[in-house]
């Protein structure tokens, strides 16, 4: 039995419809080159990937100075460059030091745990515009001012990917036909009415050997719980017995970044009328990275600005009156889409935003570790408590905060859970 708190499945794979049949991701959308489970998955479901339109040239808009650059290419100039691939290099390094399944066993792992990311880019990187660009791209993958993030946190991330910066900012991306919920779609579907939607878990219970789960007028009980929330999601279950003192300041300590994906639907791709691609990076924080997100058919005009709502002084924050207000934030937007993309980036038949903070049932979007907590807590993440497994994308060791983890969870957890039955 599935019980799904929400009124659909998918968890943060959420198609939003724009018109013709057509939709966008309000949430997670990409699969990567290193996704290879994922790539298994939409195979097995038959739901066929599609490029990331990625045709023309590149912009970047830095201290209000835009630049123009073929693709592939990444805009940077050569003293930036060689600073970014420096400290690819050193990341890789580092990162194939640490075991991602077990990161707080490194050799210091301790004193990298006590460190950010950010303050260890400050002191490692001087060149600032190198700084950006990773500080844009770890930013968005963790969906918090990297001052938050804990520095063994991002080499263990890194490690997940193959312990390589390549992987984990690839120039290649697909998406979905039919957006990427239709995988959760489709395998709800052959689990019938197995699947409750609606159902919010309020209690789990465990006595004489089996586990009792209480959800909005559902009770189910069973030999074995599958949790396959975030450790911070967890926090609105009671648990009885009370969970590990380590279990429980695991879910009060864990962090979710927020994030706002910010959809515009042009009546015309202009931009690609320019022999521009859509991709843009930026120093602008409501528009720090864009794509090009139209329907595979070029049949809609639509880009897409990922970004935090509150992202600190490492990525060119919004102030605080701008980050709490939805009509000023598409202000803010737009106003970067133009100083990017110029005047016809003004006027967009439709906006609208999908704000991962203000979601039920979800503290966030991108999980991370802060300072501290991996080195005291780390190993509770996947330890099976009692008839209770967790399995969510933060427990993987393959991508962890992607649909690859989450798929590299449920395959670990099916075996755990098979092993005890």
């Not at 691939?85 to 210091?108: F, G, K």
């Not at 809609?300 to 919004?318: H, K, M, R, T």
Request: hydrophobic share 40%.
């Amino acid at each position: 039995m599935v019980l799904e708190a929400r009124d659909r499945v998918g968890g943060r794979t959420f198609n939003q419809p724009i018109s013709n049949g057509n939709v966008v991701e309000g949430g997670g959308e990409w699969m990567y080159p290193y996704h290879q489970k994922l790539a298994a998955l939409a195979e097995e479901l038959g739901v066929e990937p599609f490029a990331q339109y990625n045709e023309g040239d590149r912009l970047s808009l830095y201290r209000g100075e835009v630049t123009r650059h073929a693709n592939g290419y990444s805009g940077l100039d050569e003293s930036a460059a060689v600073a970014f691939a420096a400290i690819c290099e050193r990341l890789d390094e580092l990162s194939a030091q640490v075991d991602p399944e077990a990161p707080w066993l490194a050799d210091n792992a301790a004193e990298l745990d006590a460190q950010t990311l950010g303050a260890w880019l400050s002191n490692e990187l001087s060149n600032d515009v190198a700084r950006n660009v990773l500080n844009v791209s770890f930013g968005l993958q963790f969906g918090a001012p990297l001052e938050r993030v804990s520095l063994l946190y991002a080499l263990s991330y890194v490690a997940s990917f193959g312990a390589s910066m390549a992987e984990v900012v690839p120039t290649e991306r697909w998406r979905f036909h039919g957006g990427s919920q239709i995988l959760s779609l489709r395998l709800a579907e052959g689990l019938g009415d197995r699947v409750r939607l609606g159902h919010p878990v309020q209690r789990i219970t465990q006595a004489d050997g089996s586990v009792h789960v209480e959800a909005s007028g559902v009770e189910i009980t069973g030999r074995r719980c599958i949790v396959a929330l975030s450790p911070a999601d967890c926090r609105r279950i009671d648990f009885d017995p009370l969970l590990p003192s380590r279990r429980r300041t695991l879910q009060d300590c864990f962090q979710m970044g927020p994030q706002i994906k910010a959809h515009a639907i042009y009546d015309r791709p202009f931009w690609r009328e320019a022999g521009l691609s859509g991709f843009a990076r930026s120093d602008l924080a409501p528009a720090s990275v864009v794509f090009d997100n139209s329907p595979p058919d070029g049949s809609e005009a639509v880009l897409i600005a990922l970004f935090q709502p509150n992202p600190g002084p490492s990525a060119y924050g919004l102030t605080e009156e701008v980050a709490d207000s939805e009509d000023r934030r598409r202000e803010a937007v737009l106003e970067a889409f133009v100083a990017i993309f110029g005047e016809d980036a003004a006027s967009p038949q439709r906006f609208f935003e999908h704000n991962w903070q203000d979601v039920e049932y979800s503290s966030g979007c991108q999980p991370f570790y802060p300072p501290g907590l991996l080195t005291t807590t780390g190993d509770a993440i996947r330890r099976p408590c009692g008839a209770i497994h967790w399995a969510s994308t933060e427990t993987a060791a393959r991508c962890p905060g992607w649909m690859e983890g989450a798929i590299d969870a449920a395959q670990r957890v099916v075996a755990e859970v098979e092993a005890r039955l």
